[in-house]
């Protein structure tokens, strides 16, 4: 399973585009890349999944570069709403047994 | 997208007894669910894998007889809490992968309270 290292805390101001970048040296050719979204006491919440190059939908877009060493969430003008945890993880897309482990997370918040 | 729904939300109980939670998939079969648990301002850590039909594959220092987890249909696991004590307050969350769409989908968690 690959590891993955994000920034433990963000600020931004409403109305800001915010990047969150999630480093996964050593991601494995068949990984695919996704984001969940997590609000206090409540379960994580799919947001964006990729494999190579950009992925947009209509909440978030997911920056991925050719070495797919790493990956960067945006999230365009924030809103208070988006204060919440973000976790990015690695794993193959037929998981099967496969075991998704969280990492450390990281911590939005908005600033009004 | 897929639903997860989790029951309970929240549950006091004294210590010694059992807690039971529930994770059923909604509008989908999930072969595979998965639990973790949660600390406060911490990351989920994933306690086991259920399988349906087959035993659980729990992770390193997580006690299987603790922790009882039934697979026995393609919508419902079920986590057992047994003889809970006050170190096992925490937040449980399952979560179940859609076969279709290779997504996981969560549950809203559940508040262990052990007194």
């Known amino acids: 399973l690959a590891k993955t290292t994000q920034p433990i805390s963000m600020d931004s101001y409403e109305g800001q585009e915010v990047n969150i970048t999630c480093s996964h040296n050593n991601i494995a050719t068949n990984d695919y890349i996704t984001w969940y979204q997590q609000f206090p006491s409540q379960g994580p919440r799919f947001i964006i999944q990729?494999?190579?190059t950009k992925v947009t939908n209509e909440v978030a877009s997911l920056f991925i570069p050719a070495d797919r060493k790493s990956s960067t969430l945006s999230l365009p003008r924030v809103s208070l709403s988006d204060t919440a945890v973000y976790y990015c993880?690695?794993?193959?897309?037929?998981?099967?047994?496969?075991?998704?482990?969280f990492g450390t997370g990281t911590r939005l918040t908005i600033i009004p | 997208g897929a639903v997860v729904s989790q029951h309970p939300s929240r549950v006091i109980c004294k210590s010694g007894t059992s807690v039971k939670i529930e994770c059923r998939s909604l509008?989908?079969?999930?072969?595979?669910m998965f639990w973790y648990r949660q600390f406060p301002k911490k990351s989920l850590m994933l306690m086991a894998t259920?399988?349906?039909?087959?035993?659980?594959?729990?992770e390193q220092g997580v006690e299987k007889d603790k922790f009882l987890i039934n697979h026995a249909s393609l919508t419902l696991s079920t986590l057992t809490v047994t003889s809970a004590h006050p170190e096992d307050s925490s937040f449980y969350i399952c979560?179940?992968?859609?076969?279709?769409?290779?997504?996981?989908?969560f549950g809203s968690g559940t508040q262990l309270s052990v007194l």
């Open positions: 993880l690695v794993g193959v897309v037929d998981f099967g047994n496969e075991k998704l482990t």
């Open positions: 979560s179940a992968r859609t076969p279709a769409v290779e997504k996981l989908f």
């Open positions: 259920s399988n349906e039909g087959s035993k659980a594959t729990y």
């Open positions: 509008d989908f079969q999930a072969t595979t």
């Open positions: 990729g494999y190579k």
